[in-house]
């Protein structure tokens, strides 16, 4: 590990000047510390600690939505009864990230701007719109989600930039979501494949619908044909199995030790389609756990070990 | 370079200093020497090294020294009582079959105390997922989730 220079920020202007100088940012180190540990990266030389500034603590609902604070954990995600109730695919996402420690310390400022194409919340995050505020020491500026990510690792955000907070609008009524992780043990998992949908219902008829794949190329993005194939639709299995065809068809997946490219693509259609049957459950005000990942594979109990 | 910090372990504050890259697993078992939490696999995953950081569970292995500064933390020395009576769920690992080599067996216990102390009467599923980041390789796991079910059931 070869940090040589360290200070703890106890608010954002002073993260700011550090960052302005080279520092970069530590909030929980479940991804930087681990990295450097497991040999990935070293850490870096100067690091500014964020843990301490309160500015970037919290979820609060604002008029219109809900602003997540940088250093939000994915415990207080899963705690929010806001979250949970309008932004259920969030919730779905944050409540499988690790184990219990990682979710105490993990935190959704470091999880966005990690930019895994495998981590949890950015699928959810995109197809609700969320627009993340990155702050520097020459000024502030908003970037919506779904044009932050640009590569494996890579966001859209300068060294000297610090993301404070995401804001996520109310969805419209009538609207359910879920995200799905295809995953071999239920928690300290990494998705081998992810699927995220947000449906919004008006009667019988799908108004709107965002589908977003995760894992599944260099970054997690949004699938237009799979959108279109339920947008206007009554929602049917048929439509719903179109939708899942075209995210698998849009997925160009990598082949690794946790599972083929062949076998990604396969599972995409699987995924998407249990996250489109699920939001649409959610939707019509029907009931299902969060996570739904372990509930949706059919174990016991929503899910044993 | 060295920066000062306090660590507040189990009550008694120690002054250290340290280099920023340093974990807190290394100078709690170094610097403060308290050895009993473990180093199994240094990267997260298997959860010998957990403490508690302001009463939330943290992997020690990968969390950096210098962020714990002022903050409570509790290692498996601080669960016995002071006259060395052992905390319940110590107890219980004793009486279920939930230690062998006894290896994991500091940070399950600070694991399933964390559990006890946000939910108090947790189900077996609630168990195995709140002990999910902890590695056994010894028992099975059985004899810890009863040893948990004990605890809980006796609150
Ligand atoms: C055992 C284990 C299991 C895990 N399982 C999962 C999982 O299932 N799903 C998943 O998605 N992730 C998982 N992770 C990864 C990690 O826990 C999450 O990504 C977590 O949310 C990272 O947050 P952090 O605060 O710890 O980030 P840090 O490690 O502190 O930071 C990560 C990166 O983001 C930067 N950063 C942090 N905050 C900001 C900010 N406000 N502005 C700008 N840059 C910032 C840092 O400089 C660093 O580059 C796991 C990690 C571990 C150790
Ligand atoms: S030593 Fe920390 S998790 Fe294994
Ligand atoms: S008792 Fe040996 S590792 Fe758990």
Request: a negative charge.
């Amino acid at each position: 590990m070869s940090a040589q220079s360290y200070t703890a920020a106890t608010s954002v202007d002073e993260a700011l000047e550090a960052m302005a100088t080279g520092a970069r940012p530590i909030a929980g180190g479940t991804d930087l510390v681990v990295g450097a540990r497991g040999g990935k990266a070293p850490l870096p030389d100067a690091l500014v600690a964020i843990h301490r500034v309160s500015e970037l603590r919290g979820i609060r609902e604002q008029e219109g939505g809900l602003v997540l604070g940088a250093l939000a954990t994915h415990a207080d995600i899963v705690a929010s009864s806001s979250a949970c109730e309008l932004f259920t695919a969030l919730a779905d996402a944050s409540a499988i990230v690790g184990s219990h420690a990682t979710r105490t310390a993990g935190t959704i400022g470091g999880n966005v701007m990690n930019a895994s194409p495998a981590m949890e919340t950015g699928g959810p995050l995109i197809c609700f719109d969320a627009v993340a505020t990155l702050r520097s020491a020459s000024g502030t500026r908003r970037v919506a989600l779904t044009d932050l990510f640009t590569g494996p690792g890579r966001t859209v955000a300068e060294p000297g930039e610090l993301l404070t907070e995401l804001a996520i609008p109310t969805p419209k009524d009538g609207t359910g979501s879920c995200y799905a992780r295809l995953e071999y043990r239920r928690q300290m998992e990494i998705a081998i494949v992810g699927a995220t949908a947000v449906v919004t219902l008006d009667g019988g008829t799908v108004r709107d619908a965002r589908i977003a794949i995760t894992a599944l190329a260099p970054t997690i993005h949004r699938v237009a044909e799979a959108e279109q194939a339920l947008n206007g639709s009554d929602a049917s299995d048929a439509a719903v199995h179109a939708a899942a065809d075209a995210a698998a068809g849009a997925s160009r997946p990598i082949s690794d030790v946790r599972g083929s490219a062949q076998y990604r693509r396969a599972m995409a259609a699987v995924l998407t389609r249990r996250a489109i049957s699920t939001a649409i459950t959610r939707a019509r005000g029907g009931r299902f756990p969060i996570p739904a990942s372990p509930a949706l594979h059919g174990a016991v109990n929503g899910g044993a070990a | 370079m060295r920066y000062d910090a306090t660590l507040k372990v189990n009550g008694r504050a120690y002054p250290v200093a340290i280099e920023p890259g340093r974990n807190l697993l290394s100078v709690l078992r170094s610097e403060v020497g308290l050895t009993g939490a473990k180093e199994g696999c240094d990267d997260s995953e298997c959860g010998a090294c957990m403490v508690l950081l302001d009463g939330q569970p943290v992997n020690s292995c990968s969390y950096l020294a210098l962020q714990a500064d002022g903050r409570e933390i509790v290692t498996i020395e601080g669960l016995a009582g002071e006259d060395g009576d052992l905390h319940p769920l110590q107890q219980a690992f004793l009486d279920q079959g939930g230690v062998q080599c006894g290896f994991c067996t500091p940070g399950m216990l600070i694991s399933a105390k964390a559990l006890l102390d946000r939910n108090p009467s947790p189900d077996e599923d609630e168990i195995r997922l709140a002990l999910s980041g902890n590695l056994c390789r010894c028992t099975g796991y059985s004899g810890i989730v009863r040893a948990v079910q004990a605890v809980a059931e006796q609150r």
